[in-house]
């Protein structure tokens, strides 16, 4: 039995260390440990803060996320304080939201994953003539050619389509030959290029996917001029509670939002479907297939198959806190579906209403095994962030040997679901979404209609029943990829009602009704803002007393998955997918951070501290060539 430490795990956003036990003579994982190793202290921060303020705050968790977690926070203002937002403001809301899941997944895919499927080594060996006849197969028989309901049948915008010649495949592998020949690898120098899985793709498909990752390092921020337009800036675009800042006039050339701005926005959701479409959806696909088909990659599942949770996703229009969150969401993937690996006929749904998330033991989290002081499960609204580092199973603090696996071993709490742990994410949306559909449980909308219509021409491509792909690294990587699909038909969607319903006249962007603290009656107040991240079901809790935050708590989807283990429910979905995964050499686990990096992690929700004067507290660099480490 060997242990294998990789620390740091690099390309994913924040600081985790790993610990494995490996059986070198089967590849069989046996144990596995995940610890976030960075504190997150936003929550401290916020406290006896103006509720208004805390979104521009609570949204620097993350630089990745962009204004995932602003969203959440205004949200839960809202919720605490009874505030609906007008219409223009919520189409945009939705706009921005798919924009944040369409841009986080496709720079996830190429620019932090990418390198676990494919080699530069690898592309070298590549055939130009052959990969450009790849070019043309993959968008032939590697599409899902589906639309929301906005489809237009002209566009005068520039189309964002892959070049498919032989002369330009072999610029390109010149371009890379310089770069090896050079050394310039960057964070990428350290990989195991000689890791067996890097066989099982052709080379033509190293090189193709290599060029797009180059393509779109320059192509993907057009995703973001949404944000540029409705909140200032990106990342950290702006919001406001009650609605949004960005004025509306239709005659005024100088107003954030008028008919010129309005034309960029259309041409950046036009260009983002033509990169899902054309690049995203194509590679990912051709990948996993190629993969699925040998036999890898398909386990890495974990909790996937047993529990995943949802929260609802893209309310079509204004709701009334969470009561009503997702009532009226196009993505109902709210609720828990447990043992959908059975299949979906035996997949069990457990609905996740409004009145659930007051229940203090339906939602929960527990620092059992987290470096805090409190123990207890608690619900979000009463939750604590008292650090308590003890550090490794000795008690050093400074040079870890082993993390204490029966004590306290991670920053990241662990967030229950009626005493259980649960998978999030876009997996677990599919999941969800698939199970209510198929069983009958809703009628599905335009959007559910798409998801199943994806899963089941995906299950048709690789020969094999959702039940059998979907838990597992390559059903987590083809969703991550569908989801952006979908991401970008909802913001083709919402902007054609943010449009029509200025056409009516509404030029409204917020209601300030509640905005100065005057008109809050005295009293406590409590608020639960909900969004369906890139990385899954996202909540923010707040707790207002006497106009001030009193307690606030974020429990992220990595918090969900990157969790320690719980002592009844045991582990959870970064552990559990690590134990569910073979190696093939120990000392180069490549298959573990595949898994692992299948979620898109976001460590860096843990790490978030100041001090009063403004002053550097400490200056960390994370080596790149640090990979991994055997002992």
Same mark, same amino acid.
């Not at 890898?296 to 229009?317: K, Q």
């Not at 998330?357 to 620092?367: A, M, P």
């Given at each position: ?90 189409? =945009?809301?939705?706009?921005?939201? +798919?924009?944040? #899941?369409? $841009?986080? &997944?496709? /720079? ?5 994953? *990418? ?109 973001? =001029?949404?944000?540029?337009?409705? +909140?200032?800036? #990106?990342? $950290?675009? &702006?919001? /406001? ?5 960005? *004025? ?120 059992? $095994? ?262």
């Amino acid at each position: 039995m060997k242990r294998v430490v990789v620390d740091p795990v690099t390309r994913i956003e924040g600081h985790l260390r790993l610990e494995i036990q490996v059986d070198e003579s089967t590849g069989k994982v046996s144990d596995a440990l995940s610890s976030g190793t960075e504190w997150r202290g936003l929550e401290n921060i916020v406290k006896d803060r103006d509720p208004r303020e805390v979104w521009a705050f609570i949204q620097r968790i993350c630089g990745v996320c962009t204004s995932a977690h602003a969203l959440a926070s205004v949200r839960a203002v809202e919720d605490a304080l009874g505030i609906k937002i007008p219409r223009n403001a919520h189409y =945009i809301r939705n706009i921005m939201g +798919g924009t944040i #899941n369409s $841009h986080d &997944h496709l /720079v996830h895919f190429y620019h932090l994953y *990418a390198f676990d499927w494919v080699s530069p080594m690898e592309a070298l060996k590549a055939d130009p003539a052959a990969t450009a006849a790849l070019q043309k197969s993959l968008l032939d028989g590697y599409q899902l050619p589906l639309q929301g309901p906005i489809q237009y049948k002209f566009s005068g915008y520039p189309k964002i389509f892959p070049q498919a010649s032989a002369n330009y495949f072999g610029a390109m592998k010149d371009k890379l030959q310089k770069l090896v020949e050079g050394g310039q690898f960057g964070l990428f120098a350290a990989n195991w290029w000689n890791h067996p899985a890097y066989k099982i793709l052709p080379p033509e498909v190293h090189l193709l996917a290599i060029t797009h990752y180059l393509n779109l390092l320059n192509l993907q921020r057009d995703i973001v =001029i949404p944000h540029v337009v409705f +909140g200032g800036k #990106n990342p $950290h675009p &702006h919001y /406001v509670v009650g609605g949004m800042g960005c *004025a509306i006039s239709m005659n005024d050339m100088n107003a954030p939002v008028n008919t010129a701005r309005l034309d960029i926005v259309a041409g950046a959701i036009d260009k983002t479907l033509d990169m899902i479409n054309y690049y995203m959806l194509p590679d990912a696909l051709a990948i996993c297939a190629i993969h699925a088909k040998a036999g890898s990659a398909m386990d890495g599942g974990g909790l996937s198959g047993e529990r995943v949770i949802g929260f609802g996703g893209y309310p079509e229009e204004p709701f009334a806190g969470h009561m009503d969150f997702a009532k009226t969401a196009l993505v109902r993937c709210d609720g828990v579906v447990e043992n959908f690996a059975q299949g979906v006929a035996n997949a069990k749904y457990y609905p996740l209403e409004g009145k659930d998330f007051n229940e203090k033991d339906v939602i929960v989290e527990t620092s059992r $095994h987290s470096w805090y002081k409190d123990n207890a499960d608690l619900h979000p609204w009463e939750g604590k962030t008292n650090p308590n580092y003890t550090g490794d199973i000795n008690g050093d603090k400074a040079h870890w040997s082993y993390l204490d696996q029966k004590g306290k071993y991670s920053w990241v709490k662990t967030p229950k679901w009626r005493g259980k742990v649960c998978e999030t994410g876009p997996l677990a949306r599919y999941i969800i979404v698939y199970t209510k559909v198929k069983q009958s449980i809703i009628a599905p909308t335009w959007a559910e209609q798409m998801m199943v219509a994806q899963i089941d021409r995906v299950s048709a491509l690789l020969g094999m029943p959702p039940e059998k792909w979907l838990p597992s690294t390559v059903g987590r990587t083809i969703t991550r990829a569908l989801d952006a699909q979908i991401a970008a038909n909802m913001e083709r969607f919402f902007f054609d009602k943010l449009v029509n319903n200025i056409k009516t006249g509404d030029t409204t962007i917020a209601n300030t009704t509640k905005w100065n603290p005057s008109s809050w009656t005295d009293g406590e107040f409590k608020g639960v803002g909900m969004f369906e991240a890139p990385r899954g079901a996202l909540s923010h809790w707040v707790v207002i007393k006497d106009k001030k935050v009193k307690n606030y708590q974020a429990v992220v989807p990595t918090t969900w998955n990157a969790c320690p283990i719980d002592d009844e429910s045991g582990h959870g979905s970064f552990e559990k997918s690590m134990i569910d995964t073979h190696v093939a050499i120990a000392d180069q686990p490549l298959e573990i951070v595949r898994a692992i990096r299948s979620f898109d992690p976001c460590l860096a929700c843990a790490a978030h501290v100041y001090n009063s004067k403004k002053e550097t507290v400490a200056n960390i660099n994370t080596d790149p060539f640090i990979g991994c480490s055997t002992k």
